[in-house]
């Protein structure tokens, strides 16, 4: 008689083997601020019976890395290079600044048409608007529901004093349609978003060609607000309403990604669908008054290059392709291009409809390491080069790099730097306090991952080692392309709603440049490293020594 598990594993391999021959839908869904304390699969307090299934069914990705703040993750998703190649490194993209990813960066969607591909993006951009050709749906999707800045109101929609909600569209005749959506007003975003995901998947039931989706969502990132139905969930077991209001937020998003898998199941089309999740970046524990959410037990959060800020709660799922599990493989939010290419083009056995160039791809396709658990051709991750300081963040330039188990800071890894609890969790909040420049970081991620020991003056040939990648990194980095805030973006001018503002042949002059500080200011990254006392080897002198 046969074994019950050989026959499964037979099953398996069979459904697998038909599945590698057709070209799957994809939707990568990425959270707002969300920490790896926060949800279910990581062992986070916060209910996500949605999200924890798919974690469970799928491959949790262990090691999966982002940029440590929102544009510049979104911008290395859909180009597939650092931001020091695209000028995301520092900051983000603030309202009326009148710059964003450049046109002549090749994106996701783009490369999916080739492939036969229908294209939608639903939820937050903040990619660049201040032209409507860096809109969206002017750049490979069929559709974009959603916002173009970086935050707003839930419920009313607005940033500032303007409006940012809309449904932009190519119709049947091929026109391009831009469509404010002043009749969503005071409609909770979370609900609308998962609404179009579900009339999207629902519309595609009879479609032959694959589709891909882009379900960017606003939760958790600031203001808190969410209905009241969801913060009744907590109301017995959570007495701060602050950290109440937090945790119903992102239960409105786990409910959202349980209607989307419904409607996939529906639809009769979860079998061939992937789904990957992530946040663009660790949880906001800096500059904020009340502490709601958690990347503990990392250390650091948001605007850090410390672990809590860069290391997202991930996985993908993709039943009948993938096995449960989890995968240790070294990933970088910029390894999905080529990814999802590779799965759109059935590993190169499909020709695009036409040539795709690209620039320099800094991301390699890991399906086999995620797929097969074979070895990923990924063994170092440049976390990020930034040559000015950060509001709320690094008070002086900060490089970073991933080395197989090793990690090196060079300058200021944050602040936030210290660790911090989930709500209602005792642990100690501790915070290192450096000096504000030319300092060295060293860590032994895999013996180390929370960050607890700097052991730089121990392993000076790996300081130097990967310093001199740093160096080599920095060499091909293109300017920031950060911009002073346009007057003329004001949405005052349009209605009190947020528009492109400027010409498809208007350039952007070098008086709207900010006016950051010179590089060269900070040029101690250059000279000999030097073995640095380590301030915070004294709050963890006790700690086992685990080098």
């Known amino acids: 008689m046969l074994n019950p598990f050989v026959l499964l594993f037979v099953v398996y391999a ?21 920490g790896h304390g926060d949800v279910g699969f990581t062992g986070g307090k916060i209910e996500t019976p949605n999200l924890d299934k798919l974690a469970k069914e799928g491959i949790l990705l262990k090691q999966h890395y982002v940029q440590p703040i929102c544009s510049p993750t979104r911008s290395a998703l859909m180009s597939g290079r650092y931001p020091i190649h695209t000028g ?13 990813l450049h046109l002549d960066e090749t994106i996701i969607p783009q490369i999916l048409k080739e492939y036969n591909y229908s294209t939608h993006a639903v939820g ?18 069929d559709d974009f529901f959603g916002y173009y800045l970086g935050s707003q109101n839930y419920d009313s929609h607005m940033r500032g004093a303007g409006y940012d909600l809309r449904s932009d569209y190519w119709d049947e005749n091929g026109k391009f349609v831009a469509n404010v959506r002043y009749d969503l007003k005071g409609q909770y975003s979370t609900e609308l978003y998962t609404q179009r995901m579900v009339d999207l998947i629902s519309d595609k039931k009879a479609q032959e060609n694959p589709f891909f989706i882009y379900m960017a969502y606003q939760n958790v990132h600031a203001p808190h607000m969410v209905p009241q139905r969801y913060i009744d969930q907590y109301s017995t077991h959570i007495k701060d309403k602050a950290e109440r209001t937090f945790a119903a937020m992102v239960s409105a998003m786990d409910e959202g990604i349980g209607n989307i898998t419904t409607a996939l199941e529906t639809a009769g089309l979860a079998d061939n669908t992937i789904i990957v999740f992530s946040s663009d970046n660790g949880a906001n524990v800096g500059c904020v008054g009340h502490v709601t959410a958690s990347n503990y037990p990392y250390r650091g959060g948001k605007r850090s290059i410390y672990e809590g800020g860069i290391r997202s709660p991930s996985f993908i799922w993709g039943r009948g392709r993938l096995q449960p599990g989890s995968s240790n493989a070294l990933i970088h939010v910029t390894d999905w291009l080529p990814t999802f290419w590779g799965l759109a083009s059935l590993q190169g056995k499909l020709k695009p409809n036409h040539p795709i160039s690209t620039k320099p791809l800094d991301g390699v396709n890991q399906w086999l390491a995620i797929s097969e658990n074979k070895d990923s051709e990924r063994t170092e991750i440049l976390l990020n080069i930034d040559p000015y300081p950060l509001p709320c963040g690094h008070r002086v330039p900060n490089y970073g790099i991933r080395w197989k188990g090793w990690k090196l800071i060079l300058g200021s890894g944050g602040p936030p730097d210290g660790w911090y609890p989930a709500p209602n969790m005792t642990a100690q909040q501790e915070t290192c306090h450096k000096p504000i420049e030319g300092y060295v970081e060293l860590y032994n991620i895999e ?6 020991r700097n052991v730089s003056d121990r392993y000076p040939h790996l300081v130097k080692k990967l310093t001199h990648k740093l160096l080599a990194y920095n060499e091909t980095a293109v300017p920031p392309g950060n911009m002073k805030v346009d007057p003329a973006a004001s949405p005052k001018h349009f209605n009190y709603t947020w528009m492109p503002w400027m010409g498809e042949e208007e350039e ?10 010179e590089i060269e200011k900070y040029s101690w990254v250059q000279s000999e ?6 301030p915070c080897l004294q709050s963890f002198s006790n700690s086992v020594d685990m080098l």
């Open 14 to 34: 069979v459904q697998s083997t038909k599945l590698e021959e057709k070209q799957p839908n994809i939707i990568y869904i990425l959270s707002d601020d969300l």
């Open 88 to 100: 995301f490194q520092h900051s983000v993209i603030h309202p009326g600044e009148p710059w964003g």
């Open 124 to 141: 937050k951009w903040h990619l660049g608007m201040h032209k409507w050709s860096y809109t969206p749906a002017k750049r490979g999707f």
């Open 447 to 452: 013996l180390d991952p929370y960050e607890h």
């Open 508 to 517: 952007v002059g070098e008086d709207m440049r900010k006016n950051l500080w």
């Open 529 to 534: 490293v030097e073995e640095l006392p380590d």
